[in-house]
């Protein structure tokens, strides 16, 4: 499937958001793990997007298992004169040659399917891709490395914690088989810490929490995805469960904004949050998806919710992405959903035609 560009909107806001700290990037070289991905492909285009406004002169190399895949899907990037696609496996590429000042590592596959039928090759890519980066960044140059964790680090959310803050030191049961993809992340963060302590790098952890935007897939187990793709293909909306579990969703345009931003201005080795403090339900969730793309369609929950039993949350504190770096939310939700609705009315036309 080839996508379209993201909307020029976007990647002027992200612009727009960031243009003071991009001067550190002129002539210089990014390295980026997991930039065929969701996330990736956000950073790569608003990298080429900025690269190109401000005249930077700075290049990406992209660490990927497939080329051609990739060239397929996004022929705009793979065309890009700044842009090398790399082949390789994250757990074992071979380093290319050069200095980079700055390396992202964002090659984590965040699949439940993979979590339950493959947990060994997922905690074992995760964390020999993490160790393999460090070395690459650690032998090539590197002033700034940005990992990409995951608010998974901090186990279940507390019933009486409506907003998990960073400074939280619980964790997931290292017991449980469902903790492999968290306690993947939570390594990851320590090797970072280790790495640090060698060299000079400065390392900087953003933990994800939930997020929609173009290039999420709509079929996968990302709620908000499955509900818009259910009102695309003009099915009803399917919960699976009762639709009381709690989360919130950072646009993706966002995302970027706090993920470069982070990337050249947060402190080193100081976790942040990264997310939007605006909870809903599932159900809500549903219901806000089809009032804003098709206030007709049904919804149909798998379960009825349990009288007085507290909801299960996923929701971050961002208060110190706020105090520290500026950060805040500039997209709200029904907007992000009618954003991720329209872009993949693009895609489904250009096939078609």
């Given at each position: 499937m080839t996508a379209p560009p993201l909307p020029i909107a976007d990647l002027d806001s992200i612009l727009g958001e960031t243009r003071s700290l991009w001067e550190e990037m002129r002539s210089q070289r990014i390295f980026l793990t997991g930039g065929t991905g969701f996330f990736g492909c956000w950073l790569l285009e608003s990298f080429a997007y900025i690269n190109r406004v401000l005249d930077l002169n700075a290049e990406a190399t992209v660490l990927t298992r497939n080329p051609a895949a990739f060239a397929a899907k996004c022929p705009h990037l793979a065309a890009n004169s700044a842009i090398t696609l790399l082949p390789g496996d994250v757990r074992t590429f071979d380093f290319p040659e050069g200095e980079f000042s700055f390396v992202?590592?964002?090659?984590?596959?965040?699949?439940?399917?993979?979590?339950?039928?493959?947990?060994?090759?997922?905690?074992?890519?995760?964390?020999?891709?993490?160790?393999?980066?460090?070395?690459?960044?650690?032998?090539?140059?590197?002033?700034?490395?940005l990992l990409t964790s995951s608010g998974a680090v901090y186990g279940p959310q507390?019933?009486?914690?409506?907003?998990?803050?960073?400074?939280?030191?619980?964790?997931?049961?290292?017991?449980?088989?469902?903790?492999?993809?968290?306690?993947?992340?939570?390594?990851?963060?320590?090797?970072?810490?280790?790495?640090?302590k060698q060299t000079k790098m400065e390392i900087k952890i953003a933990r994800c929490f939930a997020f929609v935007g173009p290039h999420l897939p709509l079929g996968a187990h990302f709620a908000i995805g499955n509900f818009i793709g259910d009102i695309l293909a003009g099915r009803p909306i399917r919960v699976a469960g009762d639709g009381t579990p709690r989360r919130s969703y950072l646009y993706?345009?966002?995302l970027a904004i706090w993920?470069?931003?982070?990337?050249?201005?947060?402190?080193?080795?100081?976790?942040?949050?990264?997310?939007?403090?605006n909870s809903v339900s599932i159900s809500e969730l549903a219901?806000?998806?089809?009032?804003?793309?098709n206030p007709d369609t049904a919804i149909h929950l798998s379960g009825d919710p349990i009288s007085g039993a507290p909801p299960l949350r996923y929701v971050p504190s961002?208060?110190?992405?706020?105090?520290?770096?500026?950060?805040?939310?500039?997209?709200?939700?029904?907007?992000?959903?009618?954003?991720?609705?329209d872009w993949y009315g693009k895609t489904n036309s250009q096939q078609m035609s």
């Amino acid at each position: 499937m080839t996508a379209p560009p993201l909307p020029i909107a976007d990647l002027d806001s992200i612009l727009g958001e960031t243009r003071s700290l991009w001067e550190e990037m002129r002539s210089q070289r990014i390295f980026l793990t997991g930039g065929t991905g969701f996330f990736g492909c956000w950073l790569l285009e608003s990298f080429a997007y900025i690269n190109r406004v401000l005249d930077l002169n700075a290049e990406a190399t992209v660490l990927t298992r497939n080329p051609a895949a990739f060239a397929a899907k996004c022929p705009h990037l793979a065309a890009n004169s700044a842009i090398t696609l790399l082949p390789g496996d994250v757990r074992t590429f071979d380093f290319p040659e050069g200095e980079f000042s700055f390396v992202i590592h964002a090659a984590t596959e965040a699949s439940a399917k993979q979590a339950a039928d493959e947990p060994l090759e997922m905690l074992t890519t995760i964390l020999a891709g993490t160790e393999r980066t460090l070395k690459f960044a650690a032998s090539h140059g590197t002033t700034k490395l940005l990992l990409t964790s995951s608010g998974a680090v901090y186990g279940p959310q507390p019933f009486d914690i409506v907003h998990m803050g960073e400074d939280y030191r619980g964790g997931p049961d290292p017991l449980d088989p469902s903790s492999v993809y968290a306690e993947g992340k939570r390594v990851s963060e320590q090797m970072c810490a280790l790495y640090a302590k060698q060299t000079k790098m400065e390392i900087k952890i953003a933990r994800c929490f939930a997020f929609v935007g173009p290039h999420l897939p709509l079929g996968a187990h990302f709620a908000i995805g499955n509900f818009i793709g259910d009102i695309l293909a003009g099915r009803p909306i399917r919960v699976a469960g009762d639709g009381t579990p709690r989360r919130s969703y950072l646009y993706a345009s966002d995302l970027a904004i706090w993920l470069w931003t982070m990337l050249f201005s947060a402190p080193s080795l100081l976790p942040i949050n990264v997310g939007s403090p605006n909870s809903v339900s599932i159900s809500e969730l549903a219901q806000t998806v089809a009032t804003t793309l098709n206030p007709d369609t049904a919804i149909h929950l798998s379960g009825d919710p349990i009288s007085g039993a507290p909801p299960l949350r996923y929701v971050p504190s961002v208060d110190r992405a706020k105090q520290i770096l500026g950060l805040e939310q500039t997209v709200d939700l029904r907007e992000a959903i009618r954003r991720t609705a329209d872009w993949y009315g693009k895609t489904n036309s250009q096939q078609m035609s």
